[in-house]
Every structure is written in C-alpha cells, then in structure tokens.
C-alpha cells in the first residue's frame, strides 16, 4: 500500500548552488552523494535535471544511477524539464535534443513522469496545435513507460492552472497530465477552493510543495529560486492545500521543491534533511 506521506526531493532540493541564469544547472554535488542523501533524510523519491543526466550518462551510465536508485530505496523518479515541445524552428531543434535525453532516461531509470513546461509569458500558440503537441507528447511518454506532468509556472504562458488542466481534459491521454506546484498557484493568485474545481483528479500526476512570503521580491523568476522557504516558515497555508489536494484524491508522494539563497548554501545532507524534517512535519500537522 501507498505510503501517504512519501516525499519526493525535486532536483533542486539536493542540487546545492546552482541557480540556471546565473551558474548554470550542473550541480557540484556527486548523483551518489545526492541519492545517499536524500534516502537518508526520509526521501523515497528523487528528481534529476537534464544537464545532471547528461553527465551521468556520460560519466557513469543510467544503470548505475538505477542501482543507486534500488540500493537507496528510490522507488519514484521524475525527470525535468522539457519545454518548447510544441514550438517550431530552432526552439523546436533544441527541445527535440532534450526531449530525446528526456525519453531515454526515463526509460532507463523506470522514470514516473517527465516534467514538462509551458514556455514564457508572451508565448502564443493555436489551441489546436497545442493539443495535438501535446497528445504526440504523451503517446512519445507512454511508448517508454512514463507520463508528462504539465507544469504550468505563474511566469509561463499559462498563468495559472486553468488551461493546462482544459488541455490534458481535451487531449484526454492517460499519459499526459499535471504537474501541480504551491508556488505557481500562490503566485497565480488562485484560491485553493478554485484549485479543487478546476483540477481533473484523474490527471494530477505530481504535486509540489514549498512555502514563500506573500509578496514578491525581484522578477517572478528569481523569487521562485531565491526567496522559497521550508514548509510551514511562510504565507502559503501549506497545510491547506495538502488538504485540498488529498480531497481530490492524491495520495503522493509529495514533491519537495525547495530554493533559496540559503537552502543553496548548505552541504547536501543538511539540505534534504531539513527540507524533508519540514515537509513531513506539515504533511502530519494536515491529516
């Protein structure tokens, strides 16, 4: 039976000081470090990026981070980030080579879904083209044995949950679904009451939770990376949304996606500690 309360380290949990507009994605910190970790700070799931499964492919292959995996108790993966997948011209090249990476690793590591995004505010794209990108997608996902959980940031095109969740209702694939993050939907505005409403149960894949300040600092980008905080330490009401969340029918595991100027300057086994210490707590305190 499901554990519940199962926690997931999202990759910038356990990835140290890297920040992608600033140092890049690649993380100092060795996979086997990472995954040793996490375990031991309580978490059964873990989360890699896709410059981080470069170098492990390249460095030490995908079935040695699948032992790890097995070694460690990891028995969720999620692989990230894929976006542009419904573009053309050169954005379209470039996803292509993540998307490929993307499908591979999470084919070899028996991946749970891929992290995919919806692009940058001021993107437009025709709502029948979308659908039929993303119905290509999650076919590309199910042939592998894994799902895209649709993210849908405050700062991408879809500003708010909305029409993601219209989308994975209309493509209707059991390979394509949501990927649903406190941070996105504090930032959005949204009532967790209206959460309830708008999501599909059925197609929320994966559900991220953190905590933040009530106001903004900086751009939309750097608060989300720079000012996140533990659970329960903020504004959010984590507790309530854990509860509406449970409501419609997710059971986890709970993605713990945790950034700051702070959290990226502690060692890799203090960070997964207090982030998991935290969300654990707050997953207690809302049963």
């Known amino acids: 039976m499901a554990n519940p309360d199962a926690l997931l380290s999202t990759c910038w949990t356990s990835a140290g000081d890297v920040m992608p507009l600033r140092n890049g994605d690649l993380s100092p910190f060795g996979i086997r470090d990472r995954v040793a970790a996490a375990a031991e700070a309580g978490f059964s799931g873990f989360g890699i990026t896709h410059t981080d499964l470069v170098a492990v492919r390249d460095e030490v292959g995908f079935p040695a981070l699948a032992r790890e995996f097995e070694r460690h108790g990891i028995t969720t993966v999620e692989v990230e980030y894929l976006d542009d997948w419904w573009c053309s011209g050169e954005r379209r090249s470039r996803s292509d080579v993540v998307r490929a990476d993307l499908l591979h690793a999470a084919e070899a590591l028996g991946a749970s879904h891929i992290k995919a995004g919806a692009g940058a505010a001021g993107d437009t794209v025709e709502p029948d083209v979308l659908r039929a990108e993303f119905a290509a997608l999650a076919r590309e996902a199910?042939?592998?044995?894994?799902?895209?959980?649709?993210?849908?940031?405050?700062?991408?095109?879809?500003?708010?949950?909305?029409?993601?969740?219209?989308?994975v209702r209309d493509v209707a694939h059991p390979a394509g679904g949501l990927l649903v993050d406190i941070w996105h939907i504090h930032r959005s505005?949204?009532?967790?009451?209206?959460l309830e409403r708008i999501l599909p149960p059925e197609y929320v894949f994966a559900v991220e939770i953190n905590d933040g300040y009530r106001e903004v600092t900086g751009t939309l980008f750097e608060d989300t990376f720079d000012?996140?905080?533990?659970?329960?330490?903020?504004?959010?009401?984590?507790?309530?949304?854990?509860?509406s969340l449970r409501r419609l029918g997710f059971t986890g595991p709970w993605g713990v996606e945790m950034m700051s100027r702070e959290h990226r300057t502690l060692d890799v086994r203090t960070a997964t500690k207090q982030a998991a210490a935290a969300a654990a707590d707050l997953l207690a305190s809302a049963r």
Do not use: H, W
């Open 189 to 194: 505005s949204m009532s967790y009451q209206d």
């Open 227 to 243: 000012n996140r905080l533990y659970c329960g330490e903020g504004d959010f009401d984590v507790a309530s949304f854990v509860k």
């Open 142 to 167: 199910a042939a592998v044995g894994t799902r895209i959980a649709l993210e849908p940031a405050a700062f991408s095109m879809m500003t708010t949950i909305e029409p993601a969740a219209r989308l």
